[in-house]
């Protein structure tokens, strides 16, 4: 029996941040309850007994601002049409100012152990820049009561490159959010989206971000303080204490399947990607899941892509096993180049992008494709 993660998303926010261009719109709560009637469907017309759930993850938008007794039917609905995996992981995500003692005890009732929280950093005046709708004080009594709650594995998110972030206050925002016992850290550079608020304060002139060379430093010391405080880079973007992976996004980057459930929510099954309609009303009516074939090439290259986001690199033996051919005989001509510039390391029996190659993982996998 095969083992599959569930990613369920929950597209509704208190008011939308002005860098967001995720599937999450505000002021939709009349859509709250058909959404729950339509991915409880969804749920029950994907069970199947012949996989078995080693990770739920709920995200959103904000998941943690949908109403309970909607959320307890789709956690009811996924515990009666999937077996679980001994010591399988379920995290939601949770936004500060929305994280409340109710909500965390129905979690802990359907077996959940972890919650991710969006922090984002610890400067109020950043934070409301960007629109979040909390302030660092609220990350604080969020954290205290999901320790409360029992759930001793927790993740901060943090972003970096932010308009007007300083390095001293990427360092602040670590420390801080270290001091509030955190298992787990993501660190993520901002991204510019077409169509945000952000892009055109940005392209106004009205919000400088921060040079390529700064937001690299905000990087290397976000690698350094997370090493001194225990955590273990696993990911470009992620560091966790021992033990502490986010096991959902581990599964999924070492080409695991999973479910995907909910407007916008993606899925890998059989070899077939697939990925629910992006508007709400689409997926409401029941439009269906865009899908698509994966062949065996851009199965191999999806392995390289998504091992080289990893620390552990790719194996060569993990891609014998899925793919039945070498690493080298495949892209021992492509990488040549990465290899000479320092971008990549290759021992004989794993892949990996070196501390340079994480800044340019890009063009690194631009080299891996030609001819693709
Ligand atoms: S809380 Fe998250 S999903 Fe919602 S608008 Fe902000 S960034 Fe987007």
Redesign the pocket.
């Known amino acids: 029996m095969k083992t599959v993660g569930l990613y369920l998303h929950i597209p509704f926010?208190?008011?939308?941040?002005l860098?967001?261009d995720?599937a999450?719109w505000?002021g939709r709560e009349n859509y709250m309850a058909p959404y729950a009637d339509r991915a409880e469907k969804e749920i029950r017309r994907k069970s199947r007994r012949d996989i078995r759930l080693g990770s739920v993850f709920i995200g959103?938008?904000?998941p943690s601002v949908f109403p309970l007794p909607l959320m307890e039917r789709l956690l009811k609905a996924i515990g009666e049409s999937f077996d679980f995996a001994p010591g399988w992981e379920g995290t939601m995500e949770m936004?500060p100012g929305t994280v409340t003692p109710e909500g965390l005890a129905l979690l802990r009732s359907h077996g959940f152990s972890r919650i991710s929280m969006?922090m984002q950093c610890a400067q109020d005046a950043l934070l409301k820049k960007l629109?979040?709708?909390h302030c660092f004080r609220d990350v604080e009594k969020g954290a205290a009561l999901i320790r409360e709650a029992g759930f001793d594995n927790f993740n901060l998110d943090l972003m970096l490159g932010l308009p007007g972030q300083r390095i001293a206050d990427v360092e602040e925002s670590i420390r801080l959010a270290v001091g509030l016992k955190c298992t787990h850290l993501s660190c993520y550079g901002l991204i510019v989206e077409e169509g945000t608020p952000l892009e055109a304060r940005v392209s106004s002139g009205e919000w400088v971000l921060p040079e390529v060379e700064e937001e690299r430093e905000m990087y290397d010391r976000a690698l350094v303080l997370t090493a001194q405080a225990g955590f273990r880079q696993y990911e470009i973007s992620n560091f966790a204490l021992p033990g502490r992976e986010c096991r959902h996004n581990l599964h999924v980057w070492r080409r695991g399947e999973y479910i995907g459930v909910g407007c916008a929510a993606a899925g890998f099954m059989d070899g077939v990607r697939y990925q629910n309609p992006l508007s709400l009303s689409d997926y409401l009516k029941g439009v269906p899941a865009r899908e698509e074939a994966i062949g065996p090439r851009e199965a191999m290259f999806e392995s390289v892509m998504l091992g080289l986001r990893l620390n552990e690199g790719l194996s060569d033996s993990a891609f014998y096993l899925r793919h039945g051919a070498h690493l080298e005989d495949v892209y021992g001509k492509r990488w040549t180049r990465a290899l000479k510039n320092g971008l990549l390391s290759w021992d004989g029996a794993c892949l990996r992008l070196t501390r340079r190659g994480m800044d340019v993982q890009n063009s690194v996998l631009v080299d891996l494709m030609e001819d693709e």
């Open positions: 926010c208190v008011r939308k941040c860098y967001c995720f999450s505000s959103g938008g904000t936004n969006g629109g979040r709708i």
